[in-house]
């Protein structure tokens, strides 16, 4: 009896390592919190450094929001605030004045579409810069005080002629403000006007989702159109379309001298370097009297 009892508490040599291997494990595992802790300390906060931050000035009297003094990181250059205009003010000083590269790049973006900001209240609706980023930059702004700036938009139904219309009266169409309606009016100079809707697409930032977002309120009277008669242009007289090259506009002089004048579009389909889709571009502007 007394035998059988000790063969059967005995343990062999390999049943012992693996008790001794457990314990140390269940060890290990009540005493990682208590090791956590003593090694990862709470952060005090520095109250002194975050009131000086609020309070200081530069030598110039710019206010400093020294945001590396809470942060903790000092490669975090401090926001400087100084007067400036919002219209075409790089993305660098945008950072500067404490906005993230983000924020920078939708106030640039808004501008690429034609934005401008014409009072404080501009700057304001920008969603990107919140009410309190707001308020910190609002006494710097070099802009007259007044609410957004709104110019009276065409209503359902009405369009706007696009080759008389001025600059001021291409802002009513919905989607174009003061820096587009000027791209308009420097494309339709130089193109000699518009035979229709489509050619907006050609005119610098106005893509196909823009060009959709204008098109019900724009209307195209062709009349209006500055022509060119193709038998005594000079070289400089061409150079006004986007749609000849330096080298296309010399075969149409070289061609003319050497065969005589054309008399309809279909003659200038022998000058070899001019495709249809170009004809198709430039025919409406040409007379051949």
């Known amino acids: 009896m007394r035998l059988q009892i000790k063969n059967y508490l005995s ?3 390999k049943e012992w390592n693996g008790m001794v291997v457990l ?3 269940i060890a290990m595992v009540l005493l990682a919190p208590y090791v956590y802790q003593a090694s990862h300390k709470d952060n005090t906060i520095n109250f002194k450094a975050f009131d000086k931050a609020t309070v200081g000035t530069d030598k110039t009297g710019s206010i400093i929001a020294d945001d590396s003094a809470f942060t903790g990181d000092s490669r975090i250059p401090p926001a400087v605030l100084f007067k400036f205009n919002p219209n075409h003010l790089p993305l660098a000083d945008w950072v500067k004045l404490g906005l993230t590269e983000h924020q920078a790049v939708v106030v640039k973006h808004y501008e690429e579409k034609g934005g401008l900001f014409f009072t404080k209240g501009d700057v304001q609706k920008m969603y990107s810069i919140s009410p309190a980023e707001y308020k910190r930059l609002e006494p710097y702004i070099d802009l007259p ?3 957004a700036y709104h110019v009276n938009k065409v209503k359902p139904g009405e369009t706007i002629e696009i080759n008389t219309a001025d600059s001021a009266r291409l802002t009513m169409i919905h989607g174009i403000g ?4 000027r791209r308009i009016v420097h494309y339709r100079e130089r193109v000699g006007g518009f035979y229709n809707k489509e050619q907006l697409k ?3 930032g106005i893509d196909e989702e823009k060009y959709n977002q204008i098109r019900a309120d724009i ?3 062709g009349r209006h159109i500055i022509k060119v008669n193709i038998n005594t242009a000079t070289f400089s007289e061409l150079k006004r379309f986007p749609y000849l090259s330096y080298k296309q506009m010399d075969a149409v002089i070289a061609y003319r001298d050497e065969h005589g004048n054309y008399n309809t579009l279909t003659d200038l389909k022998n000058i070899a370097i001019l495709n249809d889709g ?3 571009k430039i025919g409406p502007y040409l007379v051949f009297k």
């Open 11 to 13: 343990v062999t040599k």
């Open 23 to 25: 314990i140390i494990l």
């Open 145 to 147: 005080d007044g609410p």
């Open 178 to 181: 003061p820096a587009f309606a």
């Open 202 to 204: 050609e005119v610098y």
């Open 219 to 221: 209307a195209v009277d």
């Open 278 to 280: 170009i004809l198709r």
